[in-house]
């Protein structure tokens, strides 16, 4: 049922949008009606549900968020813990509607792999729930 | 599987209580477990669980969301990118457990719609997954 | 479908891994391929997924988050609604992919419970959608 993609990340926060592998993967399982999950199986990256028509939204996010880890010390000695903190805030995974065979994203809606400790290759996991044709 | 509804916003920030059309819902589609899960398709609301006892919880949370986003200049032109931010951090779904054909919400759990950006009108998808009786 | 777990927390902010009930959960289901939801029936207290090799990354999770909530005159009575506040932010369930009978958890993921107004001893439903053996 869990397919696994590999997502290259190009900066220390980056989204890469990985809406095209729901949906290819909803294509795939032959789902009809159901849920699509994406799971981030990492504790410094996450997936989240954005804007995906003007990129400066999700530029303005990540910019955001990067603003609202508070400047405290921090005890974990590799020094992400901020990224383990945005990964916990925005989450590991997202659930999809599919109706007739096809995600239901809203008309503004793309769905967004969330680094924040990149750049590196990191592991997506997409799986469908529900009734086949 | 999946029901749309319409919710009518009133205010810029704003959170209806939608527990009803959950627990409608889950009456209708003759579920006895499984799980319930409410989608909002749209990049500048959202959905969440909490107290539904006290109104002032959720205004609290609304007032803090709006203290929390930082006043940093943002590039998308719309100028709505709190309203992005904040629907991105509550997230698009929720997934209530289902057992003996209703919801196993907490004794002060109720189900909201945030709305970040409005007054609008909503979409609200509603979906089971599951064992039917 | 779902089984109740009781967890008892230690402190007013408490992160008690449970990873261990979800994979129990699983194991009894007799689950081999599907979804493991964990769910947290209260309104102040969540769930999340974060690293569990370092304690250090969840106590730092839980000190930026305390740092996160605006010092802004809160109006619910009970004084509590910091604790209502990152229930929301941090969410009441995730959904963690299983397949060949476990949980796909990556390397480094443990579940933990989030406690925001403790201690308290808190409810934790777990519940298995997919396909048996």
Not at 8 to 35: P, Y
Not at 72 to 95: D, Q, T
Request: charged residues 20%.
């Amino acid at each position: 049922m869990w397919h696994e993609h590999s997502v290259q990340t190009r900066k220390q926060t980056d989204f890469i949008e990985i809406t095209h592998l729901a949906a290819e993967a909803v294509r795939q399982s032959g789902l009809q009606e159901g849920v699509c999950f994406v799971y981030v199986p990492h504790t410094t990256a996450g997936v989240t549900i954005n804007e995906d028509a003007d990129p400066d939204v999700i530029a303005d996010f990540g910019r955001a968020l990067a603003e609202m880890v508070p400047r405290i010390p921090f005890r974990h000695a590799e020094g992400n813990s901020p990224a383990h903190i945005l990964a916990s805030l925005v989450g590991s995974s997202v659930a999809v509607p599919v109706e007739g065979g096809r995600l239901l994203l809203g008309t503004w809606q793309g769905i967004y792999l969330c680094e924040f400790d990149g750049p590196r290759r990191r592991r997506v996991l997409i799986g469908c729930l529900g009734t086949k044709a």
